[in-house]
């Protein structure tokens, strides 16, 4: 899957991967997946694509050539690949923030993080929808897989799983605590689950999507549809006027405001802001084609609602995609609350390890959010069902190997 322009992915033939440095791998992919992190890049929400540059940043392979620097692995080795690169032996990467490293973007240690299949200040680095691919700095970018765990259930754990679980640990979940999660895609759901995990009292769901919020719902969240209440005023009910301890935001840029129910009515000033927002982070000869690629109308409206929602000196956790261009945030009211805010993309090889052992011991079966299985060659087709939020769609799992019936 090839990104060639906003709106513009096409299937094409690429040429064979091969090893550049003594610290690369060449894998087989057998199993990939499509992310809401991509869809971002196909709207044109989050700039700087690379025409030509390969998409997907989710992984699961057999390892088929390894550089002499590689010493933890073996040709024929299963493993998961961590969507983010980090060189394993530099100050950020021994403290576990390895999506700070400072050797493993191309563009220097101030560049940020370097993803497979993303924008050009992250490399780029070719992505994972893709039948082989080179994998950087591979003797910390993969993690040898059990036999006990199948590549469906592996492929949760290259990216959307350790994202919620970083979102939820970063929030400093406490057992008892009161938990919104807003947004209730595949890294909702995750998120849900790692929040349960670590004891969270209640856990709030807010969405849109009623086969989502329908997921949630039977992992034993409650849940708020904001096209029906108003989120702000049902948490603040629900929670006899405190709120949450901790709202987690797994949205992002492409947020919506309500279009049905009470809070359907923007204020003038946010209808301005929002606009605004649109203005900044959107390109201006871009229009959707054919109901696809539709960017969020609201960028700010999820942190506007967090804030407001959130307890008294809570915390307020953000793990949804954000550009460089986004600038907008209630600073004032959440200063004036005395929030605690903690942000950031997920460290990867921190937490995949440990969500593999869960798996392989039977603590979660993470393909319950798994809902489409879909061979490469149909994956334009499932980028667009997925981008529409078809009703059930909630994670796709593509297959690389696999040719359409």
């Known amino acids: 899957m090839v990104w060639h322009g906003i709106g513009d992915i096409r299937l094409d033939e690429v040429p064979m991967p091969k090893i550049q440095e003594p610290t690369d791998a060449v894998i087989r992919l057998t199993a990939s997946a499509i992310c809401g992190t991509d869809l971002h890049f196909v709207r044109g929400t989050v700039a700087g694509m690379k025409p030509g540059t390969i998409l997907g940043h989710e992984g699961v392979g057999v390892v088929e050539e390894v550089g002499k620097d590689v010493r933890n692995f073996n040709t024929g080795d299963r493993v998961v690949i961590c969507s983010t690169m980090g060189c394993g032996y530099c100050p950020f990467c021994r403290e576990g923030n390895y999506v700070q490293c400072d050797n493993a973007n191309p563009n220097g240690p101030s560049a940020g993080t370097s993803f497979f299949g993303d924008l050009a200040p992250s490399g780029p680095i070719n992505g ?51 938990v919104a999660v807003f947004g209730c895609g595949p890294v909702g759901q995750f998120t849900i689950t790692s929040a349960m995990l670590m004891g969270a009292g209640r856990v709030f769901a807010v969405d849109a999507v009623p086969s989502r919020l329908e997921m949630a719902r039977k992992q034993g969240a409650e849940a708020i549809n904001f096209n029906e209440e108003h989120p702000v005023e049902a948490l603040q009910r629900l929670t006899g006027g405190v709120g949450p301890d901790i709202c987690i935001d797994v949205v992002g840029v492409d947020s919506y405001h309500a279009h049905q129910g009470p809070a359907a009515k923007l204020e003038k000033t946010q209808e301005q802001q929002f606009e605004q927002e649109l203005q900044q982070n959107n390109p201006a000869d871009y229009k959707p084609k054919d109901g696809n690629w539709v960017p969020g109308d609201a960028p700010s409206q999820v942190l506007q609602w967090e804030v407001e929602s959130v307890a008294k000196a809570g915390t307020v956790s953000i793990i949804g995609v954000y550009p460089l261009t986004m600038n907008s945030f209630p600073i004032g009211a959440a200063m004036n609350k005395n929030l605690t805010l903690r942000m950031g993309n997920c460290n990867r090889r921190k937490y995949i390890p440990m969500l593999i052992d869960m798996v392989r011991a039977g603590v979660i079966d993470p393909t319950l959010v798994l809902t489409e299985q879909e061979p490469m060659t149909s994956a334009i087709d499932a980028y667009k069902a997925f981008d529409e939020r078809k009703p059930g769609w909630i994670k796709v799992e593509l297959e690389p190997q696999a040719q359409a019936a």
């Open 128 to 178: 994972l929808q893709v039948e082989y691919a080179r994998i950087p700095f591979a003797h910390t970018t993969l993690v040898k897989l059990p036999d006990e765990v199948s590549d469906a259930q592996a492929i949760l754990c290259s990216d959307i799983f350790p994202t919620a679980y970083f979102g939820a640990d970063i929030a400093g979940i406490k057992p008892g605590n009161t």
